[in-house]
């Protein structure tokens, strides 16, 4: 892509947006160039700032026109490298598009622009009795448009579900530039599922039908104390074998623990091993009886405190720990890297010991926080940049965690996305014909392959591939089984 070609669009997108929204500085274009996930950087070649969904369309056919990629950016907090933005492409920002369009209580539905941030749609109903129900970490300052990207979870996702369980429609626009609708209630396949975690490959979410839950009667916190994992570890089997879900059952290890009193001063037992979060929540007459279940199995497992939080500022206190996790670690080590994997409940115990030994091995600590739940694991992976060959090792260790977690029947990624930092590991999970399939979805939405291109996938495939066209019928096209469009 040439200078002039972006020096052209430029100039158009300057005549659709106006001076205040086209980003061309090259100092200020820097503030753009990585998400949550520092060490992909890439400085854009154009930034817009666009504020409705027509001005977005309207970038988005200007980069056909001119044949430029174009990637689409909310709050920058991802922790993939899913809005990584391209040198010689246009990046879309949607963060001025923040308002709450509508709430309608009577349908349990609010209808908001992707810049909102997730914690501010639940502030907005929260004195009626209502919440979301995602709760990713960032939640506030995530936008609602990076979690349907994403696929957004949270603490409370074990009971609650993903982004895409209370995504009821969509507004969007594609990678041509149109503007259509995708509701859950539209008849033939399921477009709105499929958009959904997509990553910004299909198109351009600019508005957002969320699902509002009612707040639960009652809500118990409990903290559990444990000289190591293992015994964690049971405890967390022990609750979901006894049919008991919780809303979130979280654990942190010792040196998780330490960045977190570090950071912000949590003040959780002393010589913690492990902790583990229990959050409860329903009918007071049924929370009663699963805490008493929660605390027998917690003692008999070994917990050496316990601690139930009696108000809202104590519940509070019992997660800053945890929502604070990922940042705290930047208190006990110069550069981490984030990982994000999933393997089966009961195969955590033995994943986590080879993590701690791949720790002694490399020389690489690591930090262990997770949804114990659900087996999705976020080890921090932390090292010093300023030490010739740890930034290597600390990428070798994160890669290694990932295959321990295909090779235990997990996935290579729980919440985070693919992005740009993972797409290298999707060819452990899928064969080339799995992956070939899911890009003749993509080659339907986005033909050029102009919508965030480079990444989820390991390589240009399909109508993706660049340069060139594709040799032969792919086989799933020749045997009649897909269409190529």
Same mark, same amino acid.
């Given at each position: ?105 009577? =349908? ?46 949270? &603490? ?5 579900? /993903? ?22 209630? +539209?008849? #033939? ?52 074998? #006894? ?11 010792? $040196? ?11 003040? *959780?037992?002393? #010589? ?5 979060? @229990? ?23 070994? &917990? ?46 033995? @994943?986590?010991? %080879? ?18 739940? +659900? ?6 992976? $932390?090292?010093? =940049? ?11 260790? %994160? ?23 993972? %797409?290298? *590991? ?6 080339? =014909?799995? $992956? +070939? ?8 939405? +986005?033909?050029?392959?102009? %919508?965030?291109?480079?990444?989820? /996938? ?26 190529? /469009?």
């Amino acid at each position: 892509m040439g200078t002039k070609t972006l020096d052209g669009l430029a100039g158009r997108l300057l005549e659709v947006l106006g001076h205040g929204a086209v980003i061309t500085d090259p100092v200020r274009l820097r503030t753009y160039e990585c998400d949550g996930l520092t060490h992909h950087r890439a400085t854009p070649g154009v930034v817009v700032l666009p504020e409705t969904a027509e001005q977005i369309a309207a970038v988005v056919r200007l980069c056909n026109d001119h044949g430029v990629p174009f990637v689409a950016r909310g709050a920058g907090t991802g922790l993939s490298g899913g809005a990584l933005p391209r040198t010689d492409g246009v990046l879309i920002v949607t963060s001025k598009m923040r308002r709450i369009l509508s709430i309608d209580l009577a =349908d349990r539905r609010a209808v908001v622009e992707p810049g909102v941030t997730n914690l501010a749609i639940t502030e907005a109903v929260r004195d009626q009795g209502y919440y979301y129900a995602p709760d990713p970490s960032s939640q506030q300052v995530c936008s609602i448009g990076g979690n349907v990207a994403e696929n957004s979870g949270g &603490a409370h996702c074990l009971k609650y579900g /993903f982004t895409v369980n209370h995504v009821l429609a969509l507004e969007v626009v594609t990678p041509d530039g149109d503007i259509v609708e995708l509701s859950d209630a +539209d008849p #033939g396949y399921d477009l709105l599922g499929a958009f959904v975690g997509s990553e910004g490959t299909l198109g351009i979410a600019t508005k957002v039908t969320v699902r509002l839950t009612r707040a639960p009667e009652t809500v118990t916190t409990l903290l559990a104390a444990f000289d190591g994992i293992e015994r964690g570890g049971q405890a967390v089997s022990a609750i979901i074998g #006894g049919g008991i879900l919780p809303a979130a059952i979280e654990m942190m290890d010792a $040196l998780a623990i330490e960045a977190a009193e570090a950071a912000v001063a949590c003040a *959780y037992p002393e #010589g913690a091993g492990a902790v583990l979060i @229990v959050e409860l929540d329903g009918p007071a007459a049924e929370v009663a009886h699963q805490f008493g279940e929660v605390t027998r199995i917690c003692r008999e497992s070994g &917990a050496f405190e316990l601690r139930v939080a009696a108000d809202p500022v104590e519940r509070a206190a019992i997660w800053k720990g945890r929502k604070s996790a990922f940042a705290a670690v930047g208190r006990i080590s110069p550069a981490y890297i984030v990982q994000d994997g999933v393997v089966p409940r009961t195969a955590l115990p033995e @994943v986590l010991a %080879s993590i701690d030994r791949l720790s002694r091995e490399y020389g690489i600590r690591v930090a262990n926080v997770f949804h114990a739940g +659900d087996g999705n694991l976020h080890p921090l992976v $932390l090292f010093d =940049d300023a030490e010739p060959g740890a930034g290597e090792r600390a990428a070798l260790v %994160s890669g290694r965690i990932l295959d321990l977690c295909v090779e235990h029947g997990g996935s290579i990624t729980g919440e985070h996305g693919v992005g740009v930092d993972k %797409s290298r *590991y999707m060819t452990k999970m899928f064969s080339d =014909d799995d $992956l +070939d399939t899911m890009q003749l979805v993509r080659c339907a939405f +986005d033909p050029r392959g102009l %919508s965030n291109p480079g990444k989820v /996938f390991p390589t240009p495939r399909l109508c993706g591939e660049v340069p060139g066209v594709r040799k032969g019928v792919h086989p799933l096209v020749e045997s009649g089984q897909a269409e190529q /469009f």
